[in-house]
């Protein structure tokens, strides 16, 4: 199976200048990500980065960095994706949570 989502958007700053946001799952095997702004943090369970439509975290087992480049805003990343969230009102707080959250288990 084989999973595309696609979103253009317009930058707040410039209204002339579009961004494309692109998602794309191959297999629950391989995710290529679009409009990434910054890798915030990952392992091998957990993506964190901000893109163009905002922060999302990415779970999964044996995740792998294949590519970043950030001059185009690509990521992609190997592994066996569990799952892909957009964080909504503040992700970086709701994802201090989540590490905070994992401390105290």
């Known amino acids: 199976m084989h999973i595309i989502l696609w979103v253009k958007c317009m930058d707040k700053k410039d209204k002339e200048s579009n961004f ?3 998602v794309e ?3 629950r095997k391989t995710l290529v990500v679009s409009g990434v702004k910054k890798l915030e943090s990952f392992d091998s369970k957990e993506f964190f980065l ?3 439509m905002g922060y999302i975290l990415i779970k999964g087992q044996d ?4 590519k970043l480049d950030t001059w185009e805003g690509t990521l ?3 592994g066996k994706i569990n799952s892909f969230n957009y964080l909504d009102n503040g992700g970086k707080k709701a994802k201090e949570e989540s590490v905070l959250s994992k401390l105290f288990k």
Not at 63 to 66: A, N, W
């Open 20 to 22: 494309n946001h692109l």
């Open 25 to 27: 799952i191959n297999e």
């Open 50 to 52: 901000e893109s163009v």
């Open 63 to 66: 995740l792998e960095l294949i």
């Open 76 to 78: 992609s990343i190997k």
